[in-house]
């Protein structure tokens, strides 16, 4: 029971600006923050956090050790991450004073992992082992099409979303997680309703207002409230939430019971200022009262 999270590893550098920079204009920060960030590395930590044994897959550079370390601390398996000769995947984000931002992302050694790679690190894999993956690594559909062979618990993360990246793989899944934007596109340009895609689980996350879950199998379509709290911060609430997803189908529990646990998760990090480094615990679930 080992989750692989095919994932990326960011830096986020935060910068704190009087006002967002124009066209040719030089502006001092007057704050700067580095936190461990990226959807592969935020799953990984939710998981973990959730007690499942997650085995990273991805890269960095040797500029990105300290993220490597930071994965380890917070339990993560980082065996199988490897150090190129590439620069490590990061996200400048420059924040004004009203919390207005402009984002630059650099996948850099993300999506340059090789083939060996990934086959090594599913070498030991079973049945009862999943395979999770977002779209910010390169050989998603070559590490999902590993994964239905080995017939392990495909799960793909739509985000950040890309009709094409989704097709490539959508015959070799068992569960995908997106949210109602991604979902509405995803019907757009597939131009078949979700219940048309032939993925046996479907979850749909909306928000403050829950989700929804499409099982193909029993054909049904059933909405979970959300957990009422005060949000703070959404950032991170989509990845919380997978993580925990996917560790509590790998401890084997029913859908129902797994999605409850983790909207609980994902509403207490709303509560929360912050990404990787901030994600809920079991420990903390359990004092969470809501
Ligand atoms: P993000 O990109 O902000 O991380 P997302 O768009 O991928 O998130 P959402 O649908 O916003 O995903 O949220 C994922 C889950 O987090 C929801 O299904 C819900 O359980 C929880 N959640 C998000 N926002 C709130 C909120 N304001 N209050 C309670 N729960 C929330």
Known sequence: MTIFNLGSINADLFYQLPHLPAPGETLASTGFHRGLGGKGANMSVAAARAAAHVMHIGAVGADGRWAVERLLEYGVDTRNISELGATTGHAIILIDAAGENQIVLYPGANVALGQGQVTAALGAATPSDSLMMQNETNLQSFAAGLGRQKGMRVVYAAAPFDADAVGAVIDRIDLLVLNKVEAAQ?????????????????????????????????????????????????????????????????????????????????????????????????????????
């Open 186 to 290: 995803l019907t757009a340009a597939l131009g078949q309703p979700l219940d048309g895609l032939g993925v046996a689980d479907i979850v749909v996350t909306l928000g403050a207002e829950g989700c929804r879950h499409l099982d193909a199998r029993a054909g049904l379509d059933r909405h979970y409230p959300g957990v009422e709290v005060e949000a703070v911060d959404t950032t991170g609430a989509g990845d919380t939430f997978t993580g925990y997803l996917v560790a509590g189908l790998d401890r084997g529990m029913p859908m129902e019971q797994a999605i409850a646990r983790a909207q609980r998760a994902a509403a207490l990090m709303v509560t929360r200022q912050g990404t990787a480094d901030v994600i809920p615990d079991l420990k903390d679930l359990e004092a969470f009262r809501a």
